[in-house]
């Protein structure tokens, strides 16, 4: 009893306050069975692609277009079959359960109870989408590029070489890591209804496309 006489609660500052919200809603969303589902077929796919594509691929720069596809077309080069509309049905399922939920159940009241400000929970909540898209976006990028280096022989050369591709891949993954989680975020801050949200975020991805 002496111990807990002596137990002196400690409460962390903000960066750690806005890391562990949005690390603990990461967990609870990574534990979802549909996120599981969407994610398990973006590395299904780039596993496929690594063992199927890349060995028959003489010119290594397009890989990242090749990895994410096209994002409307529908032609017989298999632009469709990148793992970009997965990236999108991710963003529309988890980005609509964030802000939504906590809208719908009144509990974002509770979050934005002192210490945490409304900016410490809008970066906690894009903190969550972020490791999520770094997880399904970033990371098969970097797995593509890690194949090619083990066929080079780990050839420092080789990265020298490709410089402009590495660049691009990894360029490419963070842009659609931020800009998808900052539009998901977005959408599902408009509206308490997560279905709502994901629908946004659908006509806000697919709507410019069709009309260029």
């Given at each position: 009893m002496e111990r807990y006489r002596r137990y002196t609660a400690v409460l962390g500052g903000r960066p750690a306050i806005i890391w562990g919200v949005g690390w603990r809603e990461f967990g609870r969303m990574?534990?979802?069975?549909?996120?599981?589902?969407?994610?398990?077929?973006?590395?299904?796919?780039?596993?496929?692609?690594?063992?199927?594509?890349?060995?028959?691929?003489?010119?290594?720069?397009?890989?990242?277009?090749?990895?994410?596809?096209?994002?409307?077309?529908?032609?017989?080069?298999?632009?469709?079959?990148?793992?970009?509309?997965?990236?999108?049905?991710?963003?529309?399922?988890?980005?609509?359960?964030?802000?939504?939920?906590?809208?719908?159940?009144?509990?974002?009241?509770?979050?934005?109870?002192?210490?945490?400000t409304r900016v410490d929970y809008l970066l906690a909540r894009l903190l969550t989408l972020l490791l999520l898209f770094l997880l399904a976006a970033l990371l098969p990028n970097l797995y593509l590029i890690l194949v090619q280096w083990t066929d080079s022989g780990y050839a420092l050369g080789w990265l020298g070489d490709h410089r402009w591709m590495l660049l691009a891949t990894l360029g490419y993954g963070l842009v659609v890591t931020v800009t998808f989680s900052l539009i998901a975020l977005a959408c599902s801050a408009l509206t308490s209804r997560s279905g709502f949200a994901a629908a946004g975020f659908f006509l806000a991805v697919y709507f410019p496309s069709f009309l260029v």
């Open positions: 990574i534990r979802n069975r549909w996120v599981q589902l969407v994610i398990g077929l973006i590395w299904l796919q780039t596993l496929l692609m690594a063992l199927i594509i890349l060995p028959f691929q003489t010119d290594p720069q397009p890989i990242h277009l090749l990895l994410y596809g096209d994002l409307v077309s529908f032609g017989p080069t298999g632009e469709t079959f990148g793992i970009r509309i997965h990236l999108v049905l991710l963003a529309a399922i988890t980005g609509g359960q964030l802000i939504s939920r906590d809208l719908s159940d009144q509990s974002i009241h509770l979050y934005l109870a002192r210490p945490l």
